[in-house]
């Protein structure tokens, strides 16, 4: 079975002004020369039940690893890997992480897998060049599952990708300096506006003295006095508890995989008209025997017959007017039976038709 999603959005432009309270510089910036690291390695996961991809790269990993882990010489071409599969294993290393500790660790399959749902990531080592900073391993969980049988099957989310909670261990710390050679601090803004990096400037300066600057839209300068550089640290605490009005905070995030969305409380919608249709084209293949005569020489056929329908169907039409926000229109989809994936589909539209007013990120 096909299934077709057709959207149709008809939208006029509307703006509203939103206020927002005080944050800290620390909740809405980062330091530049300090952020997180991304390491990435091809792993193996085991115990699946049947449903790993059984490919010669998952039959010579296995081989590998049996014969790394307790020195067993098993050829690759005699081993079966129903319950194995190959993965991309990453590992996203936070700002300030230390020796020892556990992060979360993402896995992803690479091959044909049907679903990781009950599979161990075996110990993999996870490299930059020729150095490991994380060791990763752990039983998986998995957003999504995969089942059926000959004639029908079932699937939900997404069941060849999942995480395992603290399962990486950070073994060597990655070297960062967040201090520039011309005795600056450079704070990065989340937000980004130049309005922003204004506001946060005079509020240092107001708090700190005149340290601060706006060098760009994204990048606040922020000097150090000699006096203070062997404490940096306590400097950097004053700068991030200083606090400053926004002039707006408009984000949606939604994750395609999962179908999960996460919006800002002020992100608003331009008055509009939404009309959103389905259209399901299912094919059945009922084969049917062909006997042959009696007493003659012909042989029995089967023979394919296929029948095809096709079943279109539109939704009551969603209208928005005034002042709505992300939040009324989720619930105005809803209410009319729209999935979470058909109402990513509409912010997308939206978004490209520049009637979302707000950053919308897609996962």
């Given at each position: 079975?096909?299934?077709?999603?057709?959207?149709?959005?008809?939208?006029?432009?509307?703006?509203?002004?939103v206020?927002?309270?005080?944050?800290?510089?620390?909740?809405v910036t980062?330091?530049?020369?300090i952020?997180?690291n991304?390491?990435?390695?091809v792993?193996?996961?085991?115990?699946?039940?049947g449903?790993g991809d059984?490919?010669?790269?998952t039959?010579?990993?296995?081989?590998n690893?049996?014969?790394?882990?307790d020195?067993l010489?098993?050829?690759?071409a005699?081993?079966s890997?129903?319950?194995?599969a190959?993965v991309?294993?990453s590992?996203?290393?936070?700002?300030?992480?230390?020796?020892?500790?556990m992060?979360?660790?993402?896995?992803?399959?690479?091959?044909?897998?049907?679903?990781?749902?009950?599979?161990?990531?075996?110990?993999?080592?996870?490299?930059?060049?020729d150095?490991?900073y994380?060791?990763?391993?752990?039983?998986?969980?998995?957003?999504?599952?995969?089942?059926?049988?000959?004639?029908?099957?079932?699937?939900?989310?997404?069941?060849?990708s999942?995480?395992?909670?603290?399962?990486?261990?950070?073994?060597?710390?990655?070297?960062?300096?967040?201090?520039?050679?011309d005795?600056?601090?450079?704070?990065?803004?989340?937000?980004?506006?130049?309005?922003?990096?204004?506001?946060i400037a005079?509020?240092?300066?107001k708090?700190?003295?005149?340290?601060?600057?706006?060098?760009d839209?994204?990048?606040?300068?922020?000097y150090?006095?000699?006096?203070?550089?062997?404490?940096?640290?306590?400097?950097?605490?004053?700068?991030?508890?200083?606090?400053f009005?926004?002039?707006?905070?408009a984000?949606?995030?939604?994750?395609a995989?999962?179908?999960?969305?996460?919006?800002?409380?002020?992100?608003?919608?331009?008055?509009?008209?939404?009309?959103?249709?389905?259209?399901?084209?299912?094919?059945?293949?009922s084969?049917?025997?062909?006997?042959p005569?009696?007493?003659?020489e012909g042989?029995?056929?089967?023979?394919?017959?296929?029948?095809?329908t096709?079943?279109?169907?539109?939704?009551?039409?969603?209208?928005l007017?005034?002042e709505?926000?992300?939040?009324?229109?989720?619930?105005?989809?809803?209410?009319?039976g729209?999935?979470p994936?058909?109402q990513?589909?509409?912010?997308?539209e939206?978004?490209?038709?520049?009637?979302?007013?707000?950053?919308?990120?897609?996962?």
């Amino acid at each position: 079975m096909t299934r077709l999603t057709s959207l149709l959005v008809l939208a006029w432009l509307g703006l509203a002004n939103v206020a927002f309270a005080q944050v800290r510089v620390g909740d809405v910036t980062r330091l530049h020369g300090i952020q997180q690291n991304r390491v990435e390695g091809v792993g193996l996961v085991v115990g699946l039940s049947g449903t790993g991809d059984g490919s010669p790269l998952t039959k010579q990993m296995l081989a590998n690893f049996l014969q790394k882990k307790d020195g067993l010489n098993a050829p690759a071409a005699t081993l079966s890997a129903k319950d194995c599969a190959v993965v991309m294993v990453s590992v996203l290393i936070p700002e300030h992480g230390r020796q020892g500790s556990m992060l979360d660790v993402q896995v992803s399959s690479i091959e044909g897998v049907k679903s990781l749902e009950g599979g161990t990531l075996v110990e993999t080592e996870l490299k930059e060049g020729d150095v490991t900073y994380v060791v990763a391993g752990g039983s998986l969980i998995v957003g999504g599952f995969a089942g059926g049988g000959q004639a029908a099957n079932v699937r939900q989310n997404n069941p060849t990708s999942g995480r395992v909670p603290g399962g990486g261990e950070l073994v060597r710390e990655i070297e960062m300096d967040a201090l520039g050679a011309d005795g600056n601090l450079r704070l990065v803004l989340d937000l980004g506006g130049a309005e922003n990096a204004r506001r946060i400037a005079i509020a240092i300066n107001k708090s700190l003295g005149a340290l601060a600057k706006a060098e760009d839209s994204k990048t606040v300068a922020v000097y150090v006095p000699t006096d203070r550089r062997l404490r940096l640290t306590d400097f950097i605490a004053d700068i991030q508890s200083v606090s400053f009005e926004p002039t707006h905070a408009a984000i949606v995030i939604v994750n395609a995989r999962n179908g999960v969305i996460v919006a800002g409380a002020s992100v608003r919608v331009a008055p509009c008209h939404i009309q959103e249709g389905d259209l399901t084209i299912a094919v059945t293949e009922s084969p049917i025997a062909s006997q042959p005569a009696p007493f003659s020489e012909g042989e029995t056929k089967v023979l394919p017959r296929t029948q095809v329908t096709v079943d279109e169907e539109t939704s009551a039409p969603v209208s928005l007017t005034g002042e709505t926000t992300v939040g009324d229109l989720l619930n105005a989809l809803d209410a009319i039976g729209s999935s979470p994936r058909d109402q990513i589909k509409v912010l997308q539209e939206l978004k490209k038709g520049g009637w979302l007013q707000g950053h919308l990120i897609v996962q």
